[in-house]
Structure formats: structure tokens, C-alpha cells
């Protein structure tokens, strides 16, 4: 006989109906409408579309590791193709999995009650949620780096050193993932070293087998040159601000996390350094603080890696929360509802009104639409604006010999492959003209393309979501 959902519950302890619901509201908030959206650019990127070039070849020249690109290719192999919804899949599943491992990291150092408050935090933060909507590498590399972590203190706890091998492997996957896994090794070693007698196992354990994990992919990546051609000159980059908008990480926090919630549970963890604490406090504190101070001090430009501090920063929310008194604890608990809610307004297509493109309301409360001053990199949000329908359109004409966009570069290369994309040049009058409302890219240039060349381009097609025009193809008059 089928048990019925309400006695299933009851038969559950409270630690087990709480996991049991945050993975459902974790998954739904990431998965509902996943193929909705167009691909931003840097998930074209990941994208093995190029089959005359060698996978390795491929997966060597990159500006990362290769999870992210494994990851694609596999999806494209068991769906066939490029669909949105399928690519972006197991890193929807791998950001639901660091959920759970999150809590288990969380429970072990801090108890429930601050696993409770944190895990809730991180499981709906804007950060998490967007890159668990985005084949990009932010997923696994929060999972594997929560799991290597997990792992340190399980082999800390039993004195098991295949536990410490077991988190060697996944702290590599995490460097596969990205070089930002270098940041769970601060709360990894000084978990683990506790006095001198702890050096040797954990380099003999750890250490070592992570180089050994490490070289198959890395050796040839800095011999054949790939570190120096693709990642140094763009970490350079990112250091100096060049070529970039001012930064600011306060706003791009709020661009993923509008109506100030989320910055109202941050509020403890940074209070936290005003308490007394004990020595696991001090170690996400200390994370907390070299994170923040590489990403706002040495790298100009950090974007969305932000999240590699406000990790630990929500962890240090959650343990004070979990000390505050009953009446903050309700009253905490009492936000964290409208701050779920916020978060499935923010990025489920069905509930976003436009945001942050336009000015949106939630519980009518007024969220207001990004400010294109800052550089921003924007990932994970509600954006279609029917380039499919305009390949369709491409397909019935034949005489498209150039095609121009407002829009990222990367989608008309993508959704118009096969098609000659124009860039700007000598004489640049581009056939045909694609202009896309509420565009994704922040500094544009191209934005102002037709009203610098009044009189030459006759609409041909527009393009709807619903009542609201998305898109205008345009031809220029012979």
C-alpha cells in the first residue's frame, strides 16, 4: 500500500522533512523553464561544436579546466544536440547536490540549527540559484570543493586517511572545475593540521595524490603553452579592470539578490568577528577574509567570483543565527520565507516579470531594473528574445549575405551559424540588421547602430514574448 504524502511526513523526524523539502524547493526554483532562456555567451563557450578539432586539443584550449566541457559533451551525446534545457541539466543537479553537501559541512562543524539557517541562505542565494540555471563551471566547482571539505573532517573525526584521499580526489575535481578551488583549501588545511604531528599524513594523503590527480590535465595545459595564451593575459585583465566598467560588488550582489534580504542575513556573519568564538569559527573567518581580500583588493574586476567569499560569509550567518535568541530565530525564520519567495520570482520565467531588464514588483514592492554603469556579468536570469525565431526567418530568405546585432557577439555566431555574421569594419553596412530590445551586453556601442544610420534600414520582421516586442530584423535598402 501507497503511503500517503501528510503520513509520510509525520513519520519523518524534522531533520530529514527539512532536507526532504529544501531539495524539492531547491530543485524546482533551479529546473522550472531551464530551456527558456537563450545561452549567454560564455556558455556558448562550452559548447564542442567544432568536431574537426580534437577533444583534447578542445578541452587544452581553454581559459579553465575541463569538467564544464565534459559536462556539455556528455549532454550533447545522450540528447543529440545543443537543447538548452538538456546541456544545462547536470549542473542544475550538481548545484541541488552541494545543497545537501553544504548542510552535512555545515551540521558538522556547527550543529543543526546553524545548518538549518545557512544551508537555506546558501540554497537560495542569487548566486547559487543563477549558476544552477547555467552551464557554466560554478556548480560543480561549489560541489566537489563542499565534498572535498565534507570529507577533511569526516577523516578528521574517524582518523581514516582514505577519507583524506577520497577529498584529495574531489579538491581536484574542483580545480578541474576551476582554479578558484584553491580557495577550499584554506578551511581544508587548518581543519585538518590541528599540530605539527598532522603535516605529514596530510601531505602524504592529500597533497601528494592532488598533484598526482592534477598532472594528466594541467602538465600539458602549461607546456603546450594553453596557461599562457588563454589564462594569463585574461586574469591580467580582471586585475587591472582594463577594458571593463567601473566594478561594483555590492551592486552585482544586488542585481542577484534584489530587495535587500539577502544583505540582511549577511549582517552576522559579519558581526561574527565582534564575538567570541572557537577555533572552527576562526577558520571560516579566515576563509571568509583571504577570499574577500584577493577578490576585492588584488582582482579589480572580480564579477560574479564574489561567491567565493560569500561562502563562507552566509556559513558565519548561519552559526550566529543559530545563537541569537528565539524571538531573532522567528523573526529570522519569518524572512527566510519572503527570501525563498524572492528567489523564485528572480529567476523561474513563469513568475519574472522582466526583471532585471525591466522594473518588476514583488508583493508589491518595487524591484527596479539593472543601471548600466556597472560592469556586470549576468547569468542564470530570464532572457529570450526569440533568436530562434530569427534563424527561422534566415532560413526562408536567400540572399542573407551579412547579419549585425546589438546583442552578444556570441548568440548570433551561435544561433545564426551558418549564416555570414558581420563585424564591424571599413564601409560597415551590414545586409541585415537584428536588433534586440533589452539587450544583454552593459557597455554598448552597437546600441545606437540604427540612429547613426537613419534612413538606410527598412523593418522586415518583429519578434513577440507574449504582448511585448523581444526583437526587430532589419534590411538595408539597395
Known amino acids: 500500500m501507497l503511503t500517503r504524502p501528510g503520513v509520510l511526513l509525520k513519520k519523518l523526524s524534522f531533520e530529514q522533512t527539512f532536507l526532504l523539502l529544501l531539495v524539492i524547493a531547491s530543485f524546482s526554483v533551479r529546473v522550472s523553464g531551464l530551456g527558456y532562456s537563450h ?146 583549501l584554506i578551511p581544508i588545511i587548518l581543519i585538518y593540521i590541528g599540530n605539527k604531528k598532522d603535516a605529514v599524513p596530510f601531505i602524504k594523503y592529500f597533497l601528494l595524490p592532488s598533484v598526482l590527480f592534477l598532472l594528466p590535465f594541467y602538465l600539458p595545459y602549461i607546456i603546450k603553452g594553453y596557461l599562457a595564451s588563454n589564462t594569463l593575459n585574461y586574469v591580467s585583465r580582471r586585475m587591472s579592470g582594463s577594458g571593463y566598467l567601473p566594478n561594483s560588488s555590492l551592486y552585482t550582489t544586488g542585481v542577484y539578490n534584489p530587495l535587500y534580504v539577502f544583505f540582511i542575513f549577511m549582517l552576522p556573519g559579519l558581526f561574527s568577528f565582534f564575538t567570541k568564538g572557537d577555533r572552527k569559527l576562526s577558520i571560516v573567518q579566515v576563509w571568509f577574509i583571504a577570499a574577500l581580500a584577493f577578490y576585492e583588493v588584488i582582482i579589480k574586476n572580480p564579477g560574479t567570483h564574489i561567491q567565493n567569499y560569500l561562502l563562507p560569509l552566509i556559513i558565519l550567518s548561519g552559526v550566529m543565527l543559530s545563537k541569537a535568541g528565539k524571538y531573532m530565530r ?73 547579419v549585425f546585432t546589438n546583442d552578444n557577439d556570441s548568440y548570433a555566431d551561435y544561433y545564426l551559424r551558418g549564416f555570414a555574421y558581420t563585424r564591424p569594419g571599413p564601409n560597415f553596412l551590414p545586409q541585415y540588421y537584428v536588433h534586440v530590445i533589452d539587450s544583454q551586453e552593459i557597455d554598448n556601442p552597437k546600441e545606437h547602430f540604427l540612429s547613426e544610420n537613419a534612413g538606410r534600414y527598412n523593418l522586415k520582421a518583429e519578434f513577440f514574448n507574449g504582448t511585448e516586442p523581444v526583437s526587430r530584423v532589419y534590411k538595408l535598402i539597395k
Not at 562550452?46 to 556539455?72: I, S
Not at 545557512?118 to 542569487?126: E, K, M, N, R
Not at 549576468?378 to 527561422?392: A, H, K
Request: proline residues 2%; aromatic residues 22%; hydrophobic residues 45%.
Open 330 to 402: 522567528y523573526t529570522a525564520t519569518a524572512l527566510l520565507c519572503m527570501y525563498v519567495g524572492i528567489s523564485f520570482f528572480t529567476f523561474v520565467p513563469s513568475l519574472n516579470t522582466g526583471y532585471p531588464w525591466k522594473q518588476s514588483s514583488f508583493l508589491g514592492l518595487r524591484v527596479n531594473k539593472i543601471e548600466k554603469k556597472y560592469q556586470l556579468f549576468l547569468y542564470g536570469f530570464p532572457y529570450n528574445r526569440g533568436w530562434e525565431r530569427i534563424r527561422m526567418y534566415f532560413e526562408e530568405k536567400k540572399d542573407v549575405n551579412g
Open 39 to 184: 545561452y549567454y555567451g560564455d556558455e556558448i563557450k562550452t559548447l564542442y561544436l567544432d568536431k574537426t578539432v580534437a577533444a583534447f586539443e578542445f578541452l587544452l584550449d581553454q581559459r579553465k579546466g575541463p569538467v564544464q566541457f565534459v559536462a556539455t559533451w556528455v549532454m550533447e551525446k545522450i540528447s543529440g544536440g545543443y537543447n538548452e534545457a538538456w546541456i544545462r541539466l547536470p549542473f542544475s543537479l550538481a548545484s541541488v547536490l552541494s545543497v545537501v553537501v553544504f548542510y552535512f559541512v555545515v551540521k558538522k562543524l556547527f550543529g543543526n540549527t546553524a545548518a538549518y539557517f545557512s544551508t537555506t541562505i546558501y540554497a537560495f542565494s542569487g548566486f547559487s540559484v543563477a549558476f544552477g540555471r547555467t552551464a557554466q563551471y560554478q556548480s560543480f566547482l561549489m560541489l566537489f570543493g563542499l565534498l572535498s571539505l565534507l570529507f577533511t573532517l569526516l577523516s578528521k573525526q574517524n582518523q581514516k586517511k582514505i577519507y583524506l584521499l577520497i577529498s584529495a580526489l574531489f579538491w581536484s575535481f574542483s580545480v578541474y572545475s576551476h582554479y578558484d578551488g584553491i580557495f577550499f
